[in-house]
């Protein structure tokens, strides 16, 4: 090992070119590595999207959901998990597989049997639609435009537009709102189908035969081949009128003769409208921009902005045009905030080592700092990795690590180069002597991040790039501090003559030295001073772990940070239409006016937020607000103030909420109640709603029931309907075509294609363009069928009933589910919550057969952590290989890993202190506390083996003193460099820094017990 290391000291010119050659492939890997705003989560699991349009959620289960359910559940081998959702018109299925199942694979599998039960659905239901999930599909960038222009020709712009943006290299797909699509509505009056004896499933079919293009073939004309096309196809909407639709007499009926025909656009089913610095919102249409997968955000946003530029200097000179929500801009924001943490945290490490060792020294360590970085980018870029906000967290935690290694080469060679040896000599006894221990420094290090790779679900693959960064830092750290710091301290450490300065840092150092050898001195041999200490460590140990118990530490699953935009979204009773919605939503922008801290915000009526409920329908709205880049409080604190200001509007459910820290795991508090009489469900989610609203610290409690609606329920006259001749197919399609419509065709166009929707006019007045028909019951029974003895009214063949109706049936693993959810309040935790929750909460009010497990964000804490202490025991098993492989001694090994536990009370105090909780990157700092603490260890039981070979005469007690003596000067540096060097990091980032005050504090304290305890065991037990 030490000609390996040496080479590159001996063989200064490959040396200096390889580093070259390393340095320039590194800043070409920075460059080139694709950048995102946070890890691209992707795992086995599928969405199967089934349309069942018209039906009720009791229909879509029994119907669609169940009969797919059970061909994946009993087909699907390595299935994990199985949710449904039945809700009006819509079945949505989730199918989880286990974490090591492969992608491909699992959507392969599921697609096959998807397809082998579509046969066994309704005709009246679209074709299942299987995709896979990707947690980060959210938009990389929000523009709204607003004019003054006429619908219909806003909408042939907001076309144009959509075209342009989507044109941008990189960009998978935009999504708009505000404006409705064109289209064709056919207004049947269904007094005109009984005066010409028609019927409402010939004028659909008739509508659909009339747009017939398609080629026909070729001939061939004396040699040469023609090809023949038809052109029976429908080109503008305004031809539909003149469709032929049968005979009166020797007159033709055409559709105008039937039917009222718009060609303009459909019923608006969203509105937007943009609002900035206060002013009134003006209607706009508002465009969605979603990336690809793997594509680099800040390449792809910029590119998007240009290209908004080019249509604002063309045809958008004329509108207004905003960009609410950039995600590259965010994602440049954090490098450059990082970056700066960087800088800083080099700064703050040269200073240190510029005060204990000298000017060289110090600039010479420090390059360790950008060459490690260097060398790990080209692993991480050639790796396939990307530079996210926790890759690049990753990055500054590293830094405080990676320069142990360069100070103690740094250091000894200063050392050896004082006591008289040349520069190349002292690089070669350095790298004899601290190879070895360097090594399994590092290992040890890398072996409790390691098993980070085994933390499953979302939150795995959220936090895959800090192992994935570390290790590849930490191993480019290690060569390039024995490899290129020796090369680079044996040309440019030099003697001369000690300056005032360093002579007051020596006599500083050896009074520091001198003031450590006795406090050991007289410790080492006195068995009630040992045994005093010793006792002292277990007592501190067991009232650190009572910390959380008592309360004194909350826990939590990821900090919330402050961030630049917040969201409202508005939720109204079931069957609420969109003009009711936009009233509600009015009045909630009148609160946003005058809100100081909002800069702007982009109201959508008719859809939930992308990055809350994500749900649609008339009933449900959302604002995505812009906070002020220089507002005086926080996010949380923003919308703490809206829930309050909120609280007044009546008519809906208004939640105020900000994405969260961390990996996407749902509402913080989540009951789950399971049965299988939807009633019994009903009564226990309100009695749990009830209990839970009176928790301290819940805030916008959800009851999954709380929607639920009135249903008017038709039922079949059999008898009657037999003597009819009709079948109750001819019933269920007449009632779709006069409540939902039917989309008979299609008209293609180059611009966009138009659809052609055929409704009967039930009311009989002047018809209204809308998507849900202003009618009453009497309107749909006097509906008129075409029967082969005359025409029939409906209400003859059906009757009529009221029940009540579920909004959206919910399974899991085939079980129905109801959840009662709420959000917690600044200060309190999803812990604390669901333990006053269960102590409320008295199960024999709950109707018999009901059960209840508790999620959300509590049941992602408690199984995160799971796997967090299985990756840290099996972290502690590799580091005792790696120490007992080097020392050869169960005792030794046991010396230095007892460090680690002991750290946790440094740690859970120093939460304590600063008032920080026990949270996911708390844990992630204990656990890169843990390879940290063993360094100090290592080095300092390696240089006491070495003084025992040299002095075997010496006892025990004195080989530990002296040995501790000859390392404090090393193990202070690391601890000081790492401990100041990661102060950066406290106030870069309010989600990392409970992780930084985890490893300053765990770190400082670990190191004074290092340099006690070591001594203290070493010499009981040597």
């Known amino acids: 090992m030490e000609s390996f290391w040496g080479f590159f000291t001996k063989r200064e010119r490959f040396s200096y070119m390889l580093m070259a050659v390393l340095i320039g492939a590194g800043f070409y890997a920075m460059i080139a590595i694709p950048k995102e705003s946070a890890p691209e989560v992707q795992v086995p699991v599928a969405i199967v999207t089934t349309v069942f349009p018209g039906a009720n959620a009791s229909d879509v289960e029994l119907l669609v959901t169940n009969k797919l359910e059970e061909r994946l559940f009993n087909n699907l081998e390595e299935l994990n998990k199985l949710n449904s959702t039945s809700r009006e018109g819509v079945s949505v299925i989730t199918v989880e597989f286990n974490a090591d199942a492969s992608l491909d694979k699992s959507i392969a599998e599921v697609k096959d049997e998807v397809d082998a039960v579509t046969p066994e659905l309704p005709t009246e239901a679209e074709d299942p639609f299987v995709s896979e999930v990707n947690f980060v599909d959210q938009p990389i960038l929000t523009v709204s435009v607003s004019t003054d222009l006429p619908t219909t020709e806003f909408i042939e712009l907001s076309e144009q537009i959509e075209s342009n943006l989507k044109s941008v290299r990189g960009v998978s797909r935009v999504e708009r709102s505000g404006l409705p699509d064109r289209e064709v509505t056919v207004f049947i009056d269904s007094e005109a189908l009984v005066r010409y004896g028609l019927s409402l499933s010939e004028i659909t079919s008739t509508l659909s035969q009339a747009n017939a293009s398609l080629p026909v073939g070729s001939i061939a004309v004396n040699g040469v081949t023609y090809a023949i096309s038809f052109e029976g196809g429908l080109r503008t909407p305004e031809e539909v009128a003149s469709i032929p639709v049968g005979r009166s007499g020797n007159a033709t009926v055409y559709m105008r003769d039937i039917a009222t025909i718009s060609t303009g656009t459909e019923a608006a089913n969203t509105l937007s409208r943009v609002s900035v610095n206060g002013e009134p919102s003006e209607q706009s249409a508002t465009f969605s921009i979603f990336k690809r997968r793997g594509g680099d955000i800040t390449r792809i946003t910029e590119a998007i902005n240009e290209k908004i530029g080019e249509m604002e200097g063309s045809f958008l000179s004329d509108a207004t045009v905003l960009v609410s929500y950039d995600t590259g801009e965010y994602v440049k924001d954090d490098l450059r905030n990082l970056s700066f943490s960087g800088l800083q945290t080099v700064g703050l490490v040269i200073i240190v080592l510029l005060l204990f060792l000298g000017w060289k020294e110090a600039i010479i360590a420090g390059l360790a700092i950008p060459l490690s970085f260097l060398v790990a980018f080209i692993g991480l870029y050639l790796s396939g990795n990307t530079i996210n906000f926790v890759s690049l967290f990753s990055l500054i935690l590293a830094v405080g690590i990676l320069v142990d290694s360069a100070i103690v080469v740094t250091e000894a060679i200063h050392t050896e180069k004082q006591s008289g040896k040349s520069g190349l000599e002292a690089a070669l006894a350095t790298i004899k002597t601290f190879g070895w221990p360097l090594i399994s420094g590092t290992a040890t290090t ?423 202490f299985i990756a840290l025991i099996i972290g502690f098993a590799l580091i005792l290989a790696i120490l007992v492989l080097q020392f050869n001694s169960y005792k030794q090994a046991f010396i230095i890993i007892s460090i680690i536990p002991l750290s946790l009370i440094g740690v859970l105090f120093g939460l304590a202190i600063v008032n920080k909780p026990i949270s996911f990157p708390s844990i992630m700092g204990f656990i890169a506390l843990s390879g940290i603490v063993v360094n100090n260890s290592i080095i300092l039981i390696d240089v006491m083996n070495n003084l025992r070979k040299e002095h075997p005469e010496w006892s025990s007690d004195r080989v530990a003193v002296e040995g501790a003596t000859l390392r404090l000067r090393p193990i202070l540096l690391t601890t000081l460099t790492t401990v100041i060097g990661i102060i950066p990091l406290t106030y870069a980032s309010g989600l990392w820094g409970p992780l930084a005050y985890s490893i300053m504090f765990g770190l400082s304290f670990a190191t004074v017990v290092t340099l006690i305890l070591v001594p203290i065991l070493y010499g009981r037990w040597q």
């Open 446 to 868: 890398i072996a409790v991040f390691a098993p980070l790779f085994i933390v499953s679900g979302v939150t795995g693959e959220f936090i895959a790039s800090i192992p994935f960064t570390i290790i590849f830092v930490l191993a480019a750290s290690l060569f390039v501090a024995l490899a290129f710091v020796p090369l680079i301290a044996s040309h440019f450490l030099h003697e001369h003559s000690p300056s005032p300065f360093v002579a007051f840092q020596e006599k500083i150092t050896k009074r520091i030295t001198e003031g450590y050898h006795n406090i050991v001195h007289r410790i080492l041999g006195d068995r009630d001073t040992e045994n005093v200490f010793l006792l002292s460590m277990a007592i501190m140990f067991v009232v650190a772990f009572a910390l959380p118990i008592v309360g004194g530490v909350q826990v939590i699953f990821f900090p919330q940070e402050d961030i630049d935009f917040i969201y409202v979204e508005a939720e109204l009773p079931e069957g609420s239409v969109l003009s009711q919605t936009d009233l509600v939503t009015r009045r909630i922008e009148e609160v946003l006016y005058n809100h100081e801290e909002i800069d702007s915000f982009v109201t959508t009526v008719g859809a939930g937020s992308a990055f809350g409920s994500a749900a649609s329908g008339e009933r449900f709205a959302n604002q995505m607000i812009i906070l002020r880049d220089d507002r005086k409080k926080t996010s949380t604190e923003v919308v703490d103030e809206l829930r309050e200001m909120l609280a007044p509007v009546s008519g809906a459910t208004i939640r105020v909420s900000e994405p969260s820290g961390g990996p996407p795991t749902g509402k913080p508090v989540a009951i789950k109640f399971y049965g299988e009489n939807l009633d019994d469900l009903s009564q226990a989610v309100s009695y749990a709603e009830t209990v839970l609203e009176s928790v301290p610290g819940a805030t916008q409690v959800e009851n999954s029931f709380a929607s639920d609606g009135i249903t008017f329920k038709l039922d079949i006259d059999r008898d009657a309907l037999s003597r009819t001749g009709l079948s109750p197919q001819a019933l269920a399609l007449a009632l779709r075509t006069a409540i939902v419509g039917i989309n008979t065709t299609t008209i293609n166009q180059e611009t966009a294609d138009i659809d052609v929707i055929a409704r009967l006019n039930i009311t009989g007045g002047i018809p209204e363009l809308r998507d849900i028909p202003n009618a009453t019951i009497d309107d749909i029974l006097a509906i008129p069928l075409k029967a082969p003895n005359g025409t029939i009214l409906l209400g003859s063949v059906a009757r009529v009933s009221i029940e009540r109706s579920n909004t959206s049936i919910v399974h899991e693993d085939r079980k129905r589910v109801a959840t009662v959810s709420s959000d917690v309040i600044q200060g309190s935790t999803p812990a604390s919550v669901v333990k006053v929750f269960e102590e409320k909460l008295d199960v024999e009010q709950m109707p018999a057969g009901i059960t209840y497990s508790v999620g959300g964000e509590n049941e992602e804490v408690n199984k995160s952590f799971r796997d967090m």
